[in-house]
Structures are given as structure tokens and as C-alpha cells.
């Protein structure tokens, strides 16, 4: 079992910048990777961006390419969304998932793993 932990949201003006982070805990992490998704009101879940937790290949979102950027720490268990530029069309919940593939994985139904959710807000 995989417990993931999101943190870093909040409130933020369009143009600034936001860091999020995903706390893994659980089974070893050999050829596993995770995903950032993002669910707006009444819309569906939508794919961000993906990292291989052994090789650090890295997949995004057409619509934050350029902006976001996925890493991470694996001597802290942690996967982190450096989000810049941000624009008043990023606001969502923002989750962070898990699973044993690759990270061109991008439908939320391909993830087993999945954390609380952490709400990014950015005003105009």
C-alpha cells in the first residue's frame, strides 16, 4: 500500500507562483511513478504532469508545458509541482496520484493511488 500526502496550496495573484508537494510513504517505489491531476468545479479530473520515481522522465500537460515544473527528492519521499505564471484558469484542486506504470499515463482511472487534494486558488 501507497500513502500519498499533498500539501503547499493556498491563495495566490495571477502572474505568481505556487510549490506543491507529494509526501509518498508505503512500498518501495522501484518503477513507480506520479502523477499531478487537477479538478476545476463541475468539471472532470484532468492530467498535469508525471514523473518516473527511478529515472525522473518527466511528462506534462500541453497547457502547463513551459510553466510547471514536476521533480523530485528521493530522500524525501517527495514529489514536488513548481507552478509559475500562474493564471486564474489553474484554479482546481489539485491531486496527486500513484501507480506502477509510466508516466505517459494521463487518465485519472490509470492511477491507484491517490491523495486528499490541495486547493490552488489564483485570483485575477
Known amino acids: 500500500q501507497v500513502q500519498l500526502v499533498e500539501s503547499g496550496g493556498g491563495l495566490v495573484q495571477a502572474g505568481g507562483s505556487l510549490r506543491l508537494s507529494c509526501a509518498a510513504s508505503?512500498?518501495?517505489?522501484?518503477?513507480?511513478?506520479v502523477g499531478w491531476f487537477r479538478q476545476a468545479p463541475q468539471k472532470e479530473r484532468n492530467f498535469v504532469a508525471a514523473i518516473r520515481w527511478s529515472s525522473s522522465t518527466t511528462n506534462y500537460a500541453d497547457s502547463v508545458q513551459g510553466r510547471f515544473t514536476i521533480s523530485r527528492d528521493n530522500s524525501r519521499n517527495t514529489v514536488y509541482l513548481q507552478m509559475n505564471s500562474l493564471e486564474p484558469e489553474d484554479t482546481a484542486v489539485y491531486y496527486c496520484?500513484?501507480?506502477?506504470?509510466?508516466?505517459?499515463?494521463?487518465?485519472?482511472?490509470?492511477?491507484?493511488?491517490w491523495g486528499q487534494g490541495t486547493q490552488v486558488t489564483v485570483s485575477s
Open positions: 496520484a500513484g501507480n506502477y506504470g509510466p508516466p505517459t499515463l494521463v487518465a485519472p482511472n490509470t492511477y491507484r493511488y
Open positions: 508505503g512500498r518501495t517505489f522501484s518503477g513507480f511513478s
